[in-house]
């Protein structure tokens, strides 16, 4: 099962909004509605911030959202804030066998 | 407050053995299902094994299948990662995850397989 695709890097500045995209397959994120995101600040464990798609957990600022366009997902962070600096992963369900595969990462920077 | 505490990581020879361990608190463990994520340094997650709630569901990523073993005890409030016959490309940092959407992770252990 290959990683699914995502860009290297990504900024915006403070008050932006940015997208990060999330390329799979019709195995994985186009097959099912188990799309998750975590942020990863260096040196700290990842952080889950949206599941099934568009989904957040209690605490996340709704400045998160998340949406699924067949084989894509993507995450989309409003009004950034300086402490959005950090590594984000997608990750989606690509059957029983394999409940995660996650993304190559993308680096948010705030401008 | 959910807490999960990974242990055991340290330095191990190619071929070698480790076993790691995740203690879990502030949660109901046993109605949780679990898994092991891995980090090499500078790179990015990879899911390493996953464990159904009661322990009768395993699965295992194909680059470590054969040579880990999940197993959890519900009675400790423990996960466990047995690792055998580790390979350099196993160096990494382990976290262990919870929750049906890996909602919960430990703190991690760094494993590095050198001579």
Known sequence: ?111 | EVQLVESGGGLVQPGGSLRLSCAASGFTFSSYEMNWVRQAPGKGLEWVSYISSSGSTIYYADSVKGRFTISRDNAKNSLYLQMNSLRAEDTAVYYCAGGDYCDYWGQGTLVTVSS
């Open chain 1, 1 to 111: 099962q290959s990683a699914l695709t995502q860009p290297p890097s990504a900024s915006g500045s403070p008050g932006q909004s940015v997208t990060i995209s999330c390329t799979g397959t019709s195995s994985d994120v186009g097959g099912y509605n188990y799309v998750s995101w975590y942020q990863q600040h260096p040196g700290k464990a990842p952080k889950l911030m949206i599941y099934e798609v568009s989904k957040r957990p209690s605490g996340v600022p709704d400045r998160f959202s998340g949406s699924k366009s067949g084989n894509t997902a993507s995450l989309t962070v409003s009004g950034l804030q300086a402490e959005d600096e950090a590594d984000y992963y997608c990750s989606s369900y690509a059957g029983s066998n394999n409940p995660y595969v996650f993304g190559t990462g993308t680096k948010v920077t705030v401008l």
